[in-house]
């Protein structure tokens, strides 16, 4: 599966997005190394805290099926607003330790794309590295 096809897994997940505070939906869409695709959608809770970001989504389900960092392939992360859907701070120390910092994420809200990866999005992450002693 090639860049653009992940794209379009994302939009696809996108349309499960469930965002009645902030009108503002996002999908996601996690390749693995064997070729499975998991879908994620931003799931928005009146009690803000509980809501859910779509590329958790994705990685959560991946891992929930015993896929780790090693096996994943690529990340492309899409919504519907402005600008590009570029992860928030909880997902970011997330996918830097779900992901390698090396694994392509790409970015996307159907105008404007950029390809990234962990080490550019959260450079000096703190990791198991530091609490592992």
Do not use: W
Not at 82 to 98: D, F, K, N
Not at 109 to 118: I, P, S, Y
């Amino acid at each position: 599966m090639n860049r653009e096809d992940l794209l379009k897994e994302a939009f696809k997940a996108m349309e499960n997005a469930y965002a009645p505070y902030s009108n503002y939906h996002v999908g996601a869409a996690i390749l693995t190394k064997d070729g499975k695709i998991f879908h994620g959608a931003n799931i928005e809770n009146a009690s803000f805290g509980a809501t859910n970001c779509a590329e958790r989504s994705a990685v959560f389900a991946a891992y929930s099926e015993g896929y780790r960092k090693d096996t994943i392939d690529a990340l492309a992360i899409v919504s519907d607003g402005p600008r590009i859907a570029a992860p928030c701070g909880i997902c970011r120390q997330v996918l830097s330790e779900l992901l390698t910092v090396e694994t392509p994420i790409y970015l996307s809200n159907g105008k404007e794309e950029l390809d990234t990866n962990m080490n550019e999005l959260l450079p000096y992450s703190f990791g198991e590295e530091d609490v592992l002693r």
